[in-house]
Every structure is written in C-alpha cells, then in structure tokens.
C-alpha cells in the first residue's frame, strides 16, 4: 500500500472519465455526473432531487475536495454532506490512504468512521477495528495495531487497546504489546510513538546487555527534543547484581561548527564491594558496603567570533576499575590516564596562542579507590608560537616559540626514593613485610607510600615546577637549479626551570642548533588511456639528508636531569622516559622537552609516492595512492663518544601506505640493529562493493635497549608478537563482522589464554528492511566478557543501512 499524490489520482480519474465518453459505445456504459463540485462515477447512479441523495453501485468513485473515494456502494446525502461506504472503501488524500470494509464520512468536515480499517501515512500504518477520524490528521482506533513495517505480513508492530494518533506528530497507545510476527514478546502499559521523520521526543528501543559481574540487564531511555539546537536522552538500567542505574546525556548545537556533549551515569554497586580488587586495600571495619560509583564525560567544541575557539574535555569517574567495567562509557580502557583539558586558543593566518589546563587522573594504581594526589598536571600550559615569515624584503624567514608549563600536584611536590642492595631506585614504602620491590608500594597493600617532607637531591626525584621554554629559528631556502632544495637553519633555544623543593630551585639550560636539509625530486607522469579525462598518475622519488649538530650548550647540573655529572647523557630519538629512568641515574624529568636529542645527527630519507589525477564530472581529483619511505640516522655525536652500549647507526625504519578501492595496508617496519631483529605493525585489509571484507593485522615488538641497563637474554621470550584478524559480511537477513588477537609467541610458555581478546558484531535484519536486531559481544585484553542487544526500529520508514566495518575500532583492545 502507497500513497499517491493528489495531482496524480486527479489525472487518473481525468483519463478514466475521457476513455468511459470516447469508448462508450464500445464498452458498457458508466454512470457520471458532477453534482456540487463532486465528480461521482459508478456502474449504476440513482438520484433523489428532492432529498438530495445519490446512490451509487458498482466501481463506484468519488472525487471531492483533495479526496479520491473508492468502494462497491456509496449512499451521499448532499443535504448533510455525508457519505456512506460499503464494501472495499479506500481514502486517498495527498497525506493519507484510509480503507476498512464500510465508513462514514462528513466529507464537509473531513471527519468519519471506518469499519476494520486501516490509515497509512507514509511508512506509518494503524489499523483496528474502528477508526474514528476526528480531524484531518487526527485519529481515534480501538483495538489498534501500529507499524511502520509495510511489507506484507508485518514483520514487527504494536498492538493497544486505543490508539490516539496525529499525523505528523505521535501515536499515543495504551497497553501496549510489541508484536514480532504477530506474537506478543513485551508489555508496556503506555507507549508514545513518532508519526513523522522530524526529530522528536519519545521512548527509544529497549536495551539488553550483560557480563559476569553485573549480570543480565535491561536497559530503558527515553529521548527528549529539548529545542531546535539541545536534546537529550534520560534512562535507567536494571543490573541483576549490580543495581538500578540512572544515566544521561545531553547534547547542544551553538552554531553551525559548536557543539558539545555531556553524558554521565552513577548507581550504588551491590557487586563491587565484594570485589577482590576492592576487598585486597579496604580495611576490615569498611567492607562490605556497597560503593557509589558514577562517571561524568563531556566534550566541547566552540567556534567563537575573532578566531578565537574554546574546547573542553572532562572525563572522570569514582574509582580507577569503572572504565574497565565499563568500557563503553568512559571510553578509555587501558589508558594510563583519564584526560581532562580546558583551553582557548587564538589562530590567524601567522601566529598561534593557546592558554591550556590538563588535569590527569592517575589510572595506573591498583587500590580502586586510591586518592589522585600522585599525579602531576599542567595548570595552566601557555603556547605562543610564530610560523615563518619573511625578514623585511629577504629571502631569509623567522619564526618562534613560547611555551610555560606550571606543574602541579596535590601531594607532595617530589618523589621519596630508596635504593636498595642493586643500586636501584625505587619509591620509599614502609610496612610489616618486605617492601624493597620496586613495584611494591602500588601493588602490596602492606607497603604504603612514605613521606617524610624532606628532600634529598641525591635520590629523590623533583615532579613539580615551572618551565619557561623560548626557542627562535632563522633560515634560508635555496634552490639550486630545477632540482636541488637546501634549507640551512640556525637557532637558539633556552629553556628555565623553578622548582619547589630543594636548596637548588632553578636552573637554565642553553644551545644553540644549526642544521641543513637538502632533497631532490624526480618524477614520471603515465596515462592510462586516448582520452582527455583518463586516469593519470604520477610517479615521484624523493631522497633527502638532514643533518643536525649542537656547537653551543651551556646547562649547569642539577638533581632533577639527574644524579650523574653530566646533566645532558646521551639520548637517543628512541629514548623516552621509562622505568629505567626512575631505576638509573637520569632521573625522570617533566617530558621530552626536558631532554636533548640529535647533537649531532644525520638522517637519510628516500620516499616514493604515487598520486592519481582523476576526473569527477569537470573537475580533477587527486588522491595519493600509494607511498613508501624508508629513513635511517647516524649520530656522530654518539659515534665521538665511542659508547661500547651503544651504536652510531639508527634502527631502520620503513613505511608502507597503499590506499587502493579494494586493498589498503599501513605498515610499519623497524629493524633493530642492536638485536638483529625486526619490529612489525602491519595491517591489510581486502574488501569489495558487496560490503565483505577481510583483514590481518600484525603487530610484533622487541624490548629494546636501555643504556646501563642489563642485556635482554632471550629475546624472543621477551618479545610481544600478535596477529589480530578480522573479517565481515553483508546479506539480506544478516550482517556480520568480527576480530580476534591471538598471542603468537610461542616462546613464552608462561602465557595460556592464547586469545586475549575478541568482538563481534551481528546484525539481524528480517524481511522488510524497516527493524533489526544488533548483537555485539566483546572481550577486551585482561578483562571480562560484555554483550549488548539492541533492537532498532524504522519509526521513520527510512532503511538504515549496515553497520561499517570501523564500528569494530570502537572496542579497543
């Protein structure tokens, strides 16, 4: 069942009239006749003049106002402008079909009744025994079906005992039942439900979800158009063992490129008290109770006047295990940080000025409950940078960069550090057990955290200060000919530090860099065809050397580079802050901006690439295809200092980038040379316009070497191999996607679980194409199974179409 438009039906009806004049002699002969401005044709007419009624049998059809009629009889008072119909009656109106075995209408009115009818209006069909039509778009049904599923016989609808329905607005049913195939699966004493496409207010699909310690679990929202620009979704979800749970989220427009989000849940756990990661740092006395637990998340984009824009990023929650019972909401599983971040920034066309607060709330702890007074953020980070421009009317450019960082805590400003019988460093705990473990003041309930107040330089280790980091950069390109680049560049740096214990509270570091690039290109352009507009693509090499060195460095010693003399050791590119930095004799510093790197370097790049030209319509678009670089560096500095522990040659590096329509890789290639082995991060994947597809990914990481540390001896033991594989498929019944990484080291025996995690996602569509089930169950690595089933209506008759491949990054293992 459709609905045409009236200008159709008119049209129809015209011919109709014009073959019945033309062939009449031919065919058997129709009554018509216009009475009143309306048209009335049938197989037979009578008419009463005095009472001012017609009678009508056969074909009968009747055209008035923006209505087409159609049944077998049809008895019109002229008088009271009524009409009755018996027998196949069908209402067509450019809104709406209406037909039921009999009906009678005030068509002056446009209200009625139908007898076992039906009304469709767009996808949205309700039907019952009787329709009582008191308006143009207004309905009254009893013992009413609702659906917007029109494939015959409908696959899923509502059933009620009254039905209130508003065309262009909502169908208000009570008692309602969801029906699958004509079989009741779920009561709701009252249902408010969408008749148009428009966004709206109402009751979404239920939700059902489930893991091992929350157990099964129902799930109801409700959304709420707020206004045209805010909107909103209030629920509540009911834990078998957890507990009832209130969330929301409230979403805003403030203009065409400003937006924001704000979502947030909070339930008292009956299952988490009992939780033995709770249970292990809880104190007899507090055990037992249940434990509030909540999560607030908001994000915030505003595009302001002067370039000017404002963003926020609030992501907290009442105890360090939420985002890992539930992933789906904090979305930042296995992160060592939850990130919090306010900032407005000031952009033109040269210059760039940000003022930034970061607040880190420290996940990596394994008291649940643990306070955050460890963690050391950044209030406020103020950025003011520059990029080049011309110096006066020469060829030489200049630009800048300003950045101060005020880091700060909560707790103590510095680290308490013992060394134990290995000379290593590790945070000062106390308690009735051993505590000399490095680990063992987090992960030993026994070993709490010592603090005494007092700093000693000689093992301590400074987190909180100030740094004023100032760096200007002159250069000069060149072109030698049509094929040589050079860029020589000079610059000064000089970064200043206050700190907030010790006898020794600041220090300056100071150098300047000079460096010089110089690349060349060669290229060859070839045609796939005769014709102006084929396919061209264009093949270009392009080797580059970049050397670095450092001729200048002043930078007094001070405890916080260190314990060693030498405040600037030898760092290389691969050298960030790690655990032996908190075990060695650097230290650990702020971040990267705290040390130096590339005294004196220099790096060979040879990249491939592959652009296609192509035309779409009149205009050319280009695409870069496929790309390949390889780069590798030399440290001379390093090479000067003839460290046995180290090697001048860099690790080389290659990346792989081919984007084709029906193949994609991004690989990346790291060749060790300390170890003789190779680093991998590689994934393919193959798919069609059939909607399959299949990919691997690949993913293999050595340990590498650390200056002063002991040598890896087996280093195929210690290395983390996995290949995760994925794979997906569309049908007319079911889509279906899903991952796996399984551990391929095969040299650590000390790991079982071969398969650390796993997702899937099915989607079951029944005939119709207007409803569908979604099922997703996953298993992040070292955590606990979760599986969801949503169920997705077509209140708008649009067919949604199958969920992409890339909702499988959305479960992140």
């Given at each position: 069942?459709?609905?045409?438009?009236?200008?159709?039906?008119?049209?129809?009806?015209?011919?109709?009239?014009?073959?019945?004049?033309?062939?009449?002699?031919?065919?058997?002969?129709?009554?018509?006749?216009?009475?009143?401005?309306?048209?009335?044709?049938?197989?037979?007419?009578?008419?009463?003049?005095?009472?001012?009624?017609?009678?009508?049998?056969?074909?009968?059809?009747?055209?008035?106002?923006?209505?087409?009629?159609?049944?077998?009889?049809?008895?019109?008072?002229?008088?009271?402008?009524?009409?009755?119909?018996?027998?196949?009656?069908?209402?067509?109106?450019?809104?709406?079909?209406?037909?039921?075995?009999?009906?009678?209408?005030?068509?002056?009115?446009?209200?009625?009744?139908?007898?076992?009818?039906?009304?469709?209006?767009?996808?949205?069909?309700?039907?019952?025994?009787?329709?009582?039509?008191?308006?143009?778009?207004?309905?009254?049904?009893?013992?009413?079906?609702?659906?917007?599923?029109?494939?015959?016989?409908?696959?899923?609808?509502?059933?009620?005992?009254?039905?209130?329905?508003?065309?262009?607005?909502?169908?208000?049913?009570?008692?309602?039942?969801?029906?699958?195939?004509?079989?009741?699966?779920?009561?709701?004493?009252?249902?408010?439900?969408?008749?148009?496409?428009?966004?709206?207010?109402?009751?979404?699909?239920?939700?059902?979800?489930?893991?091992?310690?929350?157990?099964?679990?129902?799930?109801?929202?409700?959304?709420?158009?707020?206004?045209?620009?805010?909107?909103?979704?209030?629920?509540?979800?009911?834990?078998?063992?957890?507990?009832?749970?209130?969330?929301?989220?409230?979403?805003?427009?403030?203009?065409?490129?400003?937006?924001?989000?704000?979502?947030?849940?909070?339930?008292?756990?009956?299952?988490?008290?009992?939780?033995?990661?709770?249970?292990?740092?809880?104190?007899?006395?507090?055990?037992?109770?249940?434990?509030?637990?909540?999560?607030?998340?908001?994000?915030?984009?505003?595009?302001?006047?002067?370039?000017?824009?404002?963003?926020?990023?609030?992501?907290?929650?009442?105890?360090?295990?939420?985002?890992?019972?539930?992933?789906?909401?904090?979305?930042?599983?296995?992160?060592?940080?939850?990130?919090?971040?306010?900032?407005?920034?000031?952009?033109?066309?040269?210059?760039?000025?940000?003022?930034?607060?970061?607040?880190?709330?420290?996940?990596?702890?394994?008291?649940?409950?643990?306070?955050?007074?460890?963690?050391?953020?950044?209030?406020?980070?103020?950025?003011?940078?520059?990029?080049?421009?011309?110096?006066?009317?020469?060829?030489?450019?200049?630009?800048?960069?300003?950045?101060?960082?005020?880091?700060?805590?909560?707790?103590?400003?510095?680290?308490?550090?013992?060394?134990?019988?290995?000379?290593?460093?590790?945070?000062?705990?106390?308690?009735?057990?051993?505590?000399?473990?490095?680990?063992?003041?987090?992960?030993?309930?026994?070993?709490?955290?010592?603090?005494?107040?007092?700093?000693?330089?000689?093992?301590?280790?400074?987190?909180?200060?100030?740094?004023?980091?100032?760096?200007?950069?002159?250069?000069?390109?060149?072109?030698?000919?049509?094929?040589?680049?050079?860029?020589?560049?000079?610059?000064?740096?000089?970064?200043?530090?206050?700190?907030?214990?010790?006898?020794?509270?600041?220090?300056?570091?100071?150098?300047?860099?000079?460096?010089?690039?110089?690349?060349?290109?060669?290229?060859?352009?070839?045609?796939?065809?005769?014709?102006?507009?084929?396919?061209?693509?264009?093949?270009?090499?392009?080797?580059?050397?970049?050397?670095?060195?450092?001729?200048?460095?002043?930078?007094?010693?001070?405890?916080?580079?260190?314990?060693?003399?030498?405040?600037?050791?030898t760092f290389y590119y691969n050298d960030f802050l790690s655990n032996s930095d908190v075990f060695g004799n650097h230290g650990v510093q702020f971040d990267y901006n705290d040390r130096i790197y590339d005294r004196g370097l220099i790096t060979f790049v040879l990249n491939n690439k592959i652009v296609q030209k192509k035309w779409v319509g009149d205009n050319p678009e280009y695409l870069q295809i496929a790309s390949f670089k390889i780069f590798q560096s030399y440290d001379s500095y390093q090479a000067s200092l003839r460290d046995s522990t180290r090697k001048p040659w860099?690790?080389?590096?290659?990346?792989?980038?081919?984007?084709?329509?029906?193949?994609?890789?991004?690989?990346?290639?790291?060749?060790?040379?300390?170890?003789?082995?190779?680093?991998?991060?590689?994934?393919?994947?193959?798919?069609?316009?059939?909607?399959?597809?299949?990919?691997?990914?690949?993913?293999?990481?050595?340990?590498?070497?650390?200056?002063?540390?002991?040598?890896?001896?087996?280093?195929?033991?210690?290395?983390?191999?996995?290949?995760?594989?994925?794979?997906?498929?569309?049908?007319?019944?079911?889509?279906?996607?899903?991952?796996?990484?399984?551990?391929?080291?095969?040299?650590?025996?000390?790991?079982?679980?071969?398969?650390?995690?796993?997702?899937?996602?099915?989607?079951?569509?029944?005939?119709?194409?207007?409803?569908?089930?979604?099922?997703?169950?996953?298993?992040?690595?070292?955590?606990?199974?979760?599986?969801?089933?949503?169920?997705?209506?077509?209140?708008?008759?649009?067919?949604?179409?199958?969920?992409?491949?890339?909702?499988?990054?959305?479960?992140?293992?």
């Open positions: 069942m459709q609905t045409t438009g009236f200008a159709k039906r008119t049209f129809i009806i015209g011919i109709f009239f014009l073959s019945g004049v033309l062939f009449s002699g031919v065919a058997r002969a129709q009554a018509s006749a216009k009475i009143q401005g309306i048209l009335l044709n049938a197989d037979t007419m009578s008419r009463d003049s005095e009472n001012e009624v017609v009678d009508l049998e056969g074909n009968v059809q009747i055209v008035l106002q923006n209505q087409h009629l159609k049944a077998d009889k049809a008895h019109v008072n002229l008088r009271t402008r009524q009409a009755e119909l018996t027998g196949h009656v069908e209402i067509v109106s450019p809104k709406t079909t209406v037909g039921g075995t009999a009906a009678t209408l005030d068509y002056e009115n446009n209200t009625g009744v139908i007898y076992d009818g039906y009304v469709q209006s767009g996808p949205v069909v309700f039907s019952g025994a009787l329709l009582q039509k008191v308006s143009e778009d207004e309905y009254y049904v009893s013992n009413a079906d609702y659906t917007t599923c029109t494939n015959c016989p409908a696959t899923w609808g509502f059933s009620g005992s009254n039905i209130r329905a508003e065309l262009g607005g909502y169908a208000y049913i009570k008692s309602s039942f969801l029906k699958i195939y004509s079989v009741p699966v779920f009561w709701l004493p009252y249902l408010i439900v969408p008749l148009k496409s428009d966004r709206q207010s109402g009751l979404l699909p239920p939700r059902l979800l489930g893991d091992p310690d929350g157990g099964i679990a129902f799930s109801e929202s409700y959304f709420w158009a707020l206004s045209h620009s805010t909107d909103a979704t209030l629920g509540l979800t009911s834990y078998d063992r957890r507990g009832l749970k209130a969330f929301g989220e409230y979403r805003y427009m403030l203009n065409e490129n400003s937006y924001g989000n704000l979502t947030g849940a909070a339930l008292v756990d009956r299952a988490f008290s009992d939780d033995r990661r709770v249970l292990d740092y809880e104190s007899p006395g507090n055990q037992g109770h249940d434990i509030t637990r909540w999560y607030a998340k908001y994000d915030h984009y505003y595009d302001m006047p002067g370039g000017y824009i404002q963003r926020a990023q609030i992501n907290v929650a009442s105890d360090l295990q939420y985002p890992k019972d539930f992933p789906e909401e904090t979305f930042n599983y296995g992160d060592p940080a939850m990130d919090n971040r306010v900032s407005l920034t000031k952009n033109s066309f040269a210059n760039h000025l940000s003022v930034d607060t970061s607040y880190y709330i420290n996940m990596m702890q394994s008291d649940p409950l643990a306070s955050n007074e460890n963690a050391v953020h950044r209030l406020p980070e103020i950025r003011l940078s520059q990029t080049q421009q011309k110096i006066a009317n020469s060829q030489f450019l200049y630009s800048y960069n300003l950045n101060y960082v005020n880091f700060a805590r909560a707790g103590q400003g510095y680290d308490n550090m013992t060394k134990n019988a290995s000379g290593e460093r590790f945070i000062t705990s106390n308690g009735s057990t051993d505590c000399s473990a490095p680990g063992d003041y987090d992960a030993n309930p026994k070993c709490p955290i010592v603090r005494d107040g007092v700093f000693d330089p000689n093992t301590d280790l400074l987190r909180t200060g100030q740094r004023l980091d100032l760096s200007g950069t002159i250069s000069r390109p060149i072109l030698i000919g049509d094929y040589l680049d050079l860029l020589p560049s000079i610059s000064y740096r000089e970064t200043d530090y206050e700190f907030n214990a010790g006898d020794d509270r600041s220090n300056a570091r100071r150098y300047v860099r000079a460096s010089l690039g110089a690349k060349t290109s060669m290229n060859r352009v070839f045609v796939s065809g005769d014709d102006p507009k084929a396919d061209k693509y264009k093949h270009e090499i392009i080797p580059e050397v970049i050397g670095t060195t450092i001729p200048w460095l002043y930078h007094p010693s001070h405890p916080f580079f260190g314990t060693s003399d030498d405040p600037d050791p860099s690790d080389l590096t290659a990346i792989l980038d081919l984007r084709f329509p029906q193949f994609q890789t991004y690989s990346i290639f790291t060749y060790l040379q300390d170890l003789q082995v190779m680093n991998v991060n590689s994934r393919v994947r193959l798919s069609n316009e059939f909607g399959q597809f299949f990919q691997v990914q690949w993913t293999r990481t050595y340990p590498s070497l650390q200056p002063g540390q002991p040598v890896v001896t087996d280093i195929e033991k210690s290395r983390v191999e996995n290949y995760t594989f994925g794979a997906g498929f569309q049908s007319g019944y079911l889509n279906f996607m899903g991952k796996f990484t399984y551990d391929a080291n095969w040299a650590n025996t000390e790991s079982k679980d071969k398969i650390t995690s796993w997702a899937y996602v099915a989607q079951i569509k029944p005939p119709g194409d207007c409803w569908a089930i979604n099922i997703t169950q996953y298993l992040p690595t070292a955590a606990k199974t979760k599986i969801f089933v949503d169920f997705v209506f077509n209140f708008d008759g649009t067919t949604k179409p199958a969920l992409p491949p890339e909702i499988l990054d959305s479960y992140g293992f």
